[in-house]
């Protein structure tokens, strides 16, 4: 997993939380525990009344225990992507 991950370095990423969180950021790069770095980074609020809230984080650092998905984001689709128009259902937090 560290292999595919160290392609990601620099590129845009989205990160699911266990708590459902969704951040999005720069990957910067990360350690043997897959914690995570990203820079410019910011978290969207989703929610089935409002617009998506957008949060800015700046420099962050997501602990690996607590990532539950990882991918890259393609930026083209996310900038077309309108968020002020967009509703969904909060992702709820992981059982274990």
Do not use: W
Request: charged share 20%; with cysteine; hydrophobic share 40%.
């Amino acid at each position: 997993m560290a292999t595919t991950l160290s392609e990601l370095q620099g590129k845009p990423v989205s990160i699911i939380t266990n708590d459902g969180r969704n951040i999005v950021g720069n990957f910067r790069g990360h350690d043997h525990t897959i914690n995570v770095i990203l820079d410019s980074c910011h978290e969207r609020v989703y929610s089935t009344t409002a617009a998506v809230e957008v949060v800015p984080l700046g420099l962050y650092i997501v602990r690996g225990d607590n990532i539950a998905v990882i991918g890259e984001l393609d930026e083209a689709a996310d900038t077309e992507r309108d968020l002020s128009s967009l509703r969904a259902v909060p992702i709820k937090p992981l059982a274990h």
